[in-house]
């Protein structure tokens, strides 16, 4: 039975239901060894981060910001302030010190939760810029306070300032007078084409979310979730609410980089992702597979055949498969699929939410082929997530993002774009009437600037509007369909494509260096640094054909003719992605000027 309740009462009341059950499963900053927390355990620290950010001085509907990776802390953080009414501003980890002293800023944060030593040093740098920062609450023990820092403390110490719930009464008056309409979050976008905007998102906008995904997304008390994206991202973070809701337990992953291991080692049931997640895993899969035996390697396209017709051709379209190929598709499940989900630490498996970008086919594909439930899905940060996903248990489209959740309208107007409107819609951005104005239409449907369509009640989304391409012979181009059919190559890493008012598609590709230096030596080609590797044209050559065959599908004006390999990487420091990771195209096209006018030279 799922507990939704006020935000502020949340975890007391699903502890008061589970009481001494695990709760949390979780490693402290830099360590090694996994601790657990029982729900009343979080429910008891939650109460007393209430206590101390009340002697703190913080006040009902406050903004406190949170500059931090995935954490306990940042969990006794988020419910410690909703339980006195007070508005959580989620920092990304891995935000510059710009924007950090803009967000900052622009809420006027007084308080400031941090994570490491990075986030630490960037808070202090900037502070000096922030006339509203009063105080620095330091997650991890471990960093290192500079000398002279009168306004940071631990939060070991921030602790103490609520030991023994000196004003539990104030804290409980305060839930007393809670309301659906006070804002829980602001949340800030990522912002790929400027400054980014605070979303607001209320108590009401989450109660309303959780009551629509319980109906169509079936985690229990049983599942043991692994919170892998950060709880900065409003698809994690409503996720992760969901789950709390139904009682399930949560394996807080911190460092993104060690997820494969805490999977490995923590056997999640659930969990959500983004795509590029699912493709790396693919990509993984496979390089295994290309370099086993022969004998292996038929054995596993024969299996991955059978999977495909077994769940896509039959499963996914509500269809009994045949009695012949069920039972082959379950003895190869278990000889041989069940290998590789051991191999990922998903041998209970349950389902898998993934959204956020484009889902290319074939990754789709592959992971239902294994037996895995990927359940794909459509939001954004503007409606608490979910706006549409597919249905476990119920047919579904591959490339689909699914159903319609219930009390969300979903229409697509005159011009294809995705309009909304419903209890889990922002009632608009921080500071921003102008943008917000611009964002609804007269009738009040929020603008998702997404093109789609809905074909037997699915929603199938095409491009972002702003994204489309015009090359300079009248063709349109939407250039993440093309990045998201190209990434599935195991030498690819990122791609950025370039076409708009080009006569020509291009594209700038970040190899995967590894295996091209594996490529080069198997092949007998002498290199001495990366540049050599970018530059050999028979590496070059080889990656062309790998490319044409991905790109078979697409109408020639939409075919990648030429290609940059580059020596780095697109960075975070640089300003070529988000924090969410999507590529920057106008900072790409200044910082690759010259790379990219050689590509269309005669």
Known sequence: MQINSHLSTLVHDVAAK??????????????????SCSWNQFSGIVRQVSNAMLNLGVKPQENVGVFSQNSVQYLFTDFG??????VTIPFYATSSEQQIQFMVSDAHVRFLFVGEQDQYDKARRILAMCRTLERIIVFDPTVTIAEGDT????????LKLGEGLPRQSEVENLQRQASMDDVANILYTSGTTGDSKGVILTCGQYHAAMEANHKCVPVTDKDRVLNFLPFTHIFEKGW???CITMGARLIVNTYPLEVQQTMREQHPTCMSSVPRFWEKVYQGVMEKIEASGPVKRKLFKHALNVGRKHNIEYVSKGRRP?????LEYEMLNKSVFSLVRRELGLENAHFFPTAGAAVNPVIE???HSIGLNMMVGYGLTESLATVTCNRLGKPWTVGSVGLPIEGIDVRISDEGEVLLKGPTITRGYYNRDDMTKQSFTDDGYFRTGDSGYFKDGELFLKERIKDL????????IAPQMIESKLLVDKYIDQIAIIADQRKFVSALIIPDYRLLEDYARNNGIAFTDRRDLCQNQQIHQMLCERIDTLQQQLAPYEQVKRFTLLTQPFSLERGELTNTLKIKRRVL???YKKEIEKMYEE
């Open 589 to 591: 096209n200044e910082n």
């Open 365 to 367: 594909e592959f992971i």
């Open 322 to 326: 045949p009695v012949a190929l069920h």
């Open 469 to 476: 391409f015009k090359t300079s012979n009248g063709k349109y």
């Open 18 to 35: 589970y009481g001494d059950r695990e709760a949390l499963i979780y490693k402290n900053f830099g360590t090694k060894q996994w601790k």
């Open 151 to 158: 306004i940071s403390i631990y939060f070991a110490d921030f």
């Open 240 to 242: 992760k609410l969901l």
């Open 81 to 86: 302030a909703w339980g006195i009414r007070a």
